[in-house]
């Protein structure tokens, strides 16, 4: 009999994969499968249970938000096992989630797990660890990992921009110098996304036909700091009609930065927290997992 561990995050999103729990075990147990389920409860748990236990398993499933999501990948990578992964996306975005296309019906996404076919996909690595979908840094960021959960349970997408709002005040531009294959950009800016996604932190949206997801490279998204209200005012224009060759973007594709910053700028991957450094490195890990997606 084939085995599945399923990682549960019990707090995430609205708590509806709790609600409808022994359906979905119920989907992989008439799939043919011995299903093993360990909950989460504190940050870095899913990262420790799948890296310890992937290798005793056919198949990896997480149910969460991309937090959990994230976690999932980065044991799964330390542990060497080259294992498929099943998403069911519960959380407050699920920005990766939405790039797939992955059902947003918790036990239609069960379903098409088990009758689902395999896809190669891109991770991202940031000093050596993982992200499936972005590193980012500058306005808005904090808003992804300081927001309550409670708040992001009751409020979803609106609560990243609330929790955003309450920064602009203190928004200052930020410095740092990035080398890539193109060449070097650097300069003061107010936000970057270094990205394999269509959606980021549900603010940013990026069209269909500008992202591969398998094709070992990114899609970086720089945003200079305005210095007047006209600048301001054409990002903002920029942004809604997604008019990437806009004066104040810098919109290209790369598989390696080397990015010089200051230490203590903070980042997120995937939504959650990440130490600035001085010197970073980011590199597309092309092919890394393989995710169940619905068959064609």
């Not at 992804?144 to 708040?151: F, K, T, V």
């Not at 300069?187 to 269509?198: K, M, V």
């Not at 919109?251 to 450094?277: H, N, R, V």
Request: hydrophobic fraction near 40%.
């Amino acid at each position: 009999m084939k085995k599945v561990l399923v990682i549960l995050n019990p707090c995430a999103g609205t708590k509806q994969a709790n609600k409808h729990f022994v359906e979905i075990i119920d989907i992989f147990c008439r799939a043919g499968f011995e299903t093993v389920v360990k909950t989460t409860a504190a940050r870095g748990d899913g990262t420790e249970i799948v890296k310890g236990q992937a290798a005793d398993f056919d198949l990896i499933v997480c149910i969460g938000g991309d937090g959990t999501f994230n976690e999932v990948i980065d044991g799964l990578l330390l542990s060497g096992a080259d294992k498929p992964i099943g998403y069911i996306p519960a959380g407050s975005t699920n920005d990766f989630a939405n790039s797939l296309h992955l059902s947003k019906d918790i036990l239609q996404a069960a379903r098409d797990i088990v009758s689902g076919e395999e896809r190669a996909l891109d991770i991202g690595s940031f000093n050596g660890r993982y992200f499936s979908y972005v590193a980012s840094f500058g306005a808005f960021t904090k808003a992804s990992y300081e927001a309550p959960q409670s708040i992001k349970n009751a409020l979803g997408h609106l609560a990243y921009i609330l929790e955003g709002i309450k920064d602009i005040p203190s928004i200052k531009p930020l410095r740092l110098w990035l080398k890539m294959e193109q060449g070097i950009y650097g300069g003061d800016y107010l936000f970057g996304a270094i990205c394999n996604s269509t959606s980021v932190g549900g603010l940013l949206t990026l069209a269909d036909d500008l992202v591969d997801m398998n094709d070992g490279l990114f899609e970086v998204l720089l945003i200079k700091a305005p210095s007047n209200i006209l600048e301001l005012n054409q990002i903002l224009l920029a942004l809604t009609t997604q008019n990437y060759s806009s004066p104040m973007l810098s919109f290209f594709s790369s598989g390696k930065l080397e990015i010089t910053a200051d230490k203590d700028m903070p980042w997120t991957l995937d939504g959650e927290y990440q130490e600035g450094c001085e010197t970073i490195e980011i590199k597309n890990i092309q092919g890394a997992i393989r995710l169940i997606v619905p068959r064609r």
